[in-house]
């Protein structure tokens, strides 16, 4: 790109560098932990204020009857649009507002937005409202450097990532509001770190297991049949079989960390029996019934109709092994691994631009877990989409979260020269 406009964006961020801290800062203030998706209406109204003030045309949609979404909860996007003086292409930065819980282990307060030694501390920091304050100084910028720019600039807050996404860009995809014509380029500042560019993700499949069983007086357990014995058969067999197979399929598209590499298989959650109750005494039973939520992660180099057979022929050997095992099985949730190719315009774009700002080479990245660009791949039918964010990879939902001001600073010059290069036409070259 000119080495004018360079100079003109470099200056402007740097300049408001302690503008981007504050604009973090005040988002982490908003606690909006997901579930159950707490203050998200005045989170985005926070971010539509700043942009309507700034001459955006600002709407707010809630995706009702989508999973959460009520009157005390409402699942609240907001989406600012700026159009240029002339027709153009349009750069969408997508960023969801929601956080998971703080969890244990915190040394600061994880909604206060404390800075120490150039971090900013909190939950979301990295994961991920540093990249949304980033993305918002990248575009203001653009706007304030007085650079010819045609088409059309959008950023978008959005609800629910951390569940899923329905409530929020699942919704918008599927009322056309992440599809050409109207956008055409999206970056999404996830936590990909700051000379990373994330390409694509493996797959998920999340499903519920319940061994069944049969209810008798706990004193007597030979008259009963006990479900959550049959369910330690089960992740006795998992350890012995299938984690170990799944450790030995390895993928080639650039998963990071390192360990994501592979296959991998979470147990969640497993529930059994009487529920704890700290008032009172159980009762003498025997439990009729276990539940194991499994969230297995696969690869592109793996069918989604064999990760499900795998794990349903451990349960049917031991169906046919095991005296009194019986079993269910329901899918939850599945998202097929996706990847975009290295060189469509906006990844293109954005590794020029890391190349250009930090004097080294970007890495082309996977997500070990899914984010929003599945939304707009499946629903919105849009290609280029990436992921490039500030944010630390490793620090997402870690205790004592934080992010770095210089990354920060860096991704918005990042960010501000890839959008100016496909708005004008220079990416191409
Ligand atoms: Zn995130």
């Known amino acids: 790109m000119e080495r004018k406009a360079k100079r003109v964006l470099h200056g402007i961020i740097d300049s408001r560098k302690d503008e981007l801290v504050a604009l973090t ?134 609800a629910d990532e951390e569940s899923g996404g329905y409530g929020g ?16 380029h999206v970056i999404i500042p996830e936590p990909i770190n700051v000379d990373g560019v994330c390409i694509g993700h493996r797959g998920v499949w999340w499903a519920e297991i319940e061994t069944l069983g049969r209810i008798a007086h706990g004193s007597m357990p030979f008259y009963g049949n006990c479900a959550i014995r049959h369910m330690g058969a089960v992740i006795t067999e998992f350890e012995r079989v299938l984690l170990p197979a799944l450790g030995a399929r390895h993928t080639d598209m650039p998963v990071v960390p390192d360990g994501a590499r592979q296959a991998t298989l979470n147990i969640n959650s497993v529930h059994g029996g009487q529920s704890d109750n700290p008032e009172g005494m159980p009762s003498p039973c025997v439990p009729d019934s276990c539940r194991m939520v499994i969230d297995r992660r696969f690869l592109i180099e793996e069918d989604i109709v064999e990760v499900k057979a795998e794990v349903r022929a451990i349960l049917d050997r031991l169906h046919g092994e095991r005296e009194g095992f019986d079993y ?16 469509r315009p906006v990844a293109r774009a954005t590794a020029a631009a890391i190349r250009d700002v930090l004097g080294r080479e970007p890495e082309f990245v996977c997500s070990p877990g899914t984010y929003d660009q599945k939304h707009i791949d499946r629903i ?35 960010m501000a020269q890839a959008a100016y290069a496909l708005l004008t036409g220079s990416a191409q070259s």
């Not at 040394?107 to 939950?123: I, M």
């Not at 860009?169 to 055409?184: C, H, N, T």
């Not at 269910?328 to 060189?343: G, S, Y």
Request: proline share 7%.
């Open 25 to 158: 800062q005040d988002l982490i203030k908003f606690p909006t932990i997901n579930p159950p998706g707490d203050a998200y209406q005045q989170c985005a109204e926070y971010i539509g204020n700043r942009l309507a003030g700034r001459g955006f045309e600002v709407k707010y949609v809630r995706a009702r009857g989508t999973p959460g979404d009520s009157d005390r909860y409402p699942r609240i996007n907001v989406i600012a649009r700026k159009e240029g003086p002339r027709p153009g292409p349009c750069v969408h930065f997508n960023g969801h507002i929601d956080v998971v819980q703080a969890g244990a282990g915190w040394t600061v307060d994880p909604f206060a937005g404390e800075v120490h030694d150039g971090r900013v501390y909190g939950r979301g920091s990295s994961d991920m409202k540093g990249g949304i304050a980033a993305a918002i100084i990248a575009v203001e910028a653009l706007l304030d450097s007085g650079l010819d720019l045609p088409g059309v600039l959008e950023i978008s807050g959005t």
């Open 169 to 184: 860009v699942a919704y918008l995809a599927e009322k056309g509001w992440f599809s050409a014509p109207r956008v055409d």
């Open 328 to 343: 269910r099985i329901r899918d939850l949730f599945e998202v097929l691994p996706t990847l975009t190719e290295r060189d």
């Open 380 to 414: 919105g039918k849009l290609k280029d989409c990436i992921a490039y964010g500030p944010g630390i990879l490793k620090l997402a939902h870690q205790p004592d979260e934080y992010i770095l001001v210089e990354d920060m600073v860096n991704s918005a010059k990042v």
